[in-house]
């Protein structure tokens, strides 16, 4: 079965950046994707970006496009958000989930795995 940890969530000023990480484990990562969601007080959980294990597609929401960069590290079979250009809107609770599959949907419907989140907090 698949563990998934997220870290590197904190308190930031906008315009700032984070970095946040999803360490993946339980068994060996082929075809699969990883994504990255977030759920503010108030509102539904919504996707931030997502990438293709053993590929390069690397889909993005329109409201982070140019200030977060989603990567992978194979070798330690981790996935990264580097968020920069923070915005108050950005202040959630960012998670990161997996899928077995060629796909890499930006619906969270279709994920299997789920981490338990980290928070991320931007003030004004």
């Known amino acids: 079965q698949v563990q998934l940890v997220e870290s590197g969530g904190g308190l930031v000023q906008a315009g700032g950046s984070l970095r946040l990480s999803c360490a993946a484990s339980?068994?060996?990562?082929?075809?699969?994707?990883i994504g990255w969601f977030r759920q503010a007080p108030g509102k539904e959980r919504e996707f931030v970006a997502a990438?293709?294990?053993?590929?390069?597609?690397?889909p993005y929401a329109d409201s982070v496009k140019g200030r977060f960069t989603i990567s992978r590290d194979n070798a330690k079979n981790t996935v990264f958000l580097q968020m920069n250009s923070l915005k108050p809107e950005d202040t959630a609770v960012y998670y990161c989930?997996?899928?077995?599959?060629?796909?890499?949907?930006?619906?969270?419907?279709?994920?299997?795995?789920w981490g338990q989140g980290t928070q991320v907090t931007v003030s004004s």
């Open positions: 989930a997996l899928r077995f599959g060629l796909l890499v949907p930006t619906t969270g419907d279709l994920y299997n795995y």
């Open positions: 339980g068994r060996t990562f082929v075809n699969c994707a």
């Open positions: 990438v293709a294990w053993g590929g390069s597609r690397t």
